[in-house]
């Protein structure tokens, strides 16, 4: 059994800063790609950031610059640093794991149960 996760989240004024923790558990021979997502009242789940294996990052072209994506193999953690933060980034933040539980079962997503950011004054 696999388990995602987050902490971090709240309420924080607009240009301000949170950094989102999503640590993973459970039964896991390789993690590929963890990285966060995120949905707004109303909206559609969309990509944040992702970082795969070997550290190679990506953003949305609405965050990048402003958030940084990390991940900390050994503790099969990933970080998500987020500055100069605004209205519109207010949504239930997600962590994402794409993985292998054991060496011969089939990579898969999986999903933490999500975290509030609310930027607001």
């Known amino acids: 059994q696999v388990q995602l996760v987050e902490s971090g989240g709240g309420l924080v004024q607009p240009g301000g800063s949170l950094r989102l923790s999503c640590a993973a558990s459970?039964?896991?021979?390789?993690?590929?790609?963890m990285g966060w997502y995120r949905q707004a009242p109303g909206k559609q789940r969309e990509l944040v950031a992702t970082?795969?294996?070997?550290?190679?990052?990506n953003y949305a072209d609405s965050v990048r610059g402003r958030f940084t994506i990390s991940r900390d193999a050994a503790k099969n953690t990933v970080y998500l640093r987020m500055n100069s933060l605004k209205p519109e980034d207010t949504a239930v933040y997600y962590c994402?794991?794409?993985?292998?539980?054991?060496?011969?079962?089939?990579?898969?997503?999986?999903w933490g149960q999500g975290t509030q950011v609310t930027v607001s004054s």
């Open positions: 994402n794991a794409d993985l292998s539980p054991t060496s011969y079962a089939p990579r898969r997503d999986y």
């Open positions: 970082v795969h294996n070997g550290a190679t990052t």
């Open positions: 459970g039964r896991i021979f390789m993690i590929y790609t």
